[in-house]
């Protein structure tokens, strides 16, 4: 079945302590990206990658890391966790570069205390 | 600034009308465009495509796209409860997806 996988689907942590949520596809698609959905403000880009070892800042960046090793996994990595980071995160991937169809995972909801 | 502008709603219909869901976008160079329905608690699940200036039709749905006025609508026909969701707009500019806050859409039975 094609799908994009994210672990973990819940998360409570602390403020400081390092954590990684990772993104995986099985589509063989080019383009991956992280979002996060807060409400009142949408959907936004964090981070994207158009290739392997090719990674871009999105919109809002700030407090994250992302790393694109291999072609089918893109995990996004905060450093020190803040509460401002609790939220809603999703990955998704498309199999073109150039703008089309976003498959998403099932979303990770991030707690920061 | 590129910005994806929707009314948020909500937005309630009766069952068998037709909705109908606006967006605005402010960058010219915007390449590609969506509509994304979310249920409460999921993951956003594309609707529509479209790339060109005119209609698409897909079944109930049909979006239009006018790049000189810089939006791009979905008129969901014949509403069913179960199109009761948030619809997401999203513009692709420039390597990133750019999305609306989303109308929440709701189908009276």
């Known amino acids: 079945e094609a799908q994009v996988t994210q672990n973990p689907r819940y998360l409570i942590t602390v403020t400081g302590k390092k954590l990684t949520v990772t993104c995986s596809q099985n589509?063989?698609?080019?383009?991956m990206s992280w979002y996060r959905q807060d409400p009142g403000l949408g959907l936004r880009q964090i981070y994207y990658s158009m290739n392997v070892e090719v990674t871009d800042k999105g919109d809002v960046p700030e407090g994250y890391k992302v790393s694109r090793k291999e072609k089918r996994n893109f995990p996004l990595i905060l450093e020190s966790p803040s509460p401002n980071q609790t939220s809603l995160y999703f990955c998704a991937s498309s199999f073109s570069v150039a703008g089309g169809e976003l498959f998403f995972g099932e979303g990770s909801r991030l707690t920061v205390l | 600034q590129k910005e994806v502008e929707q009314n948020s709603g909500p937005l309630s219909v009766p069952e068998g009308a037709i909705a109908s869901l606006n967006c605005t976008y402010s960058d010219r160079g915007s390449q590609s465009f969506f509509w994304y329905r979310q249920y409460s608690g999921k993951s956003p699940e594309l609707i529509m495509s479209?790339?060109?200036?005119g209609d698409k039709e897909d079944g109930r749905f049909t979006a239009q796209l006018n790049k000189a006025s810089q939006y791009v609508s979905l008129l969901i026909r014949d509403s069913q409860p179960s199109d009761s969701a948030t619809y997401l707009c999203a513009v692709f500019i420039g390597n990133q997806f750019y999305f609306g806050t989303g109308t929440s859409l709701t189908v009276i039975p």
């Open positions: 589509m063989n698609h080019e383009y």
């Open positions: 479209i790339y060109s200036n």
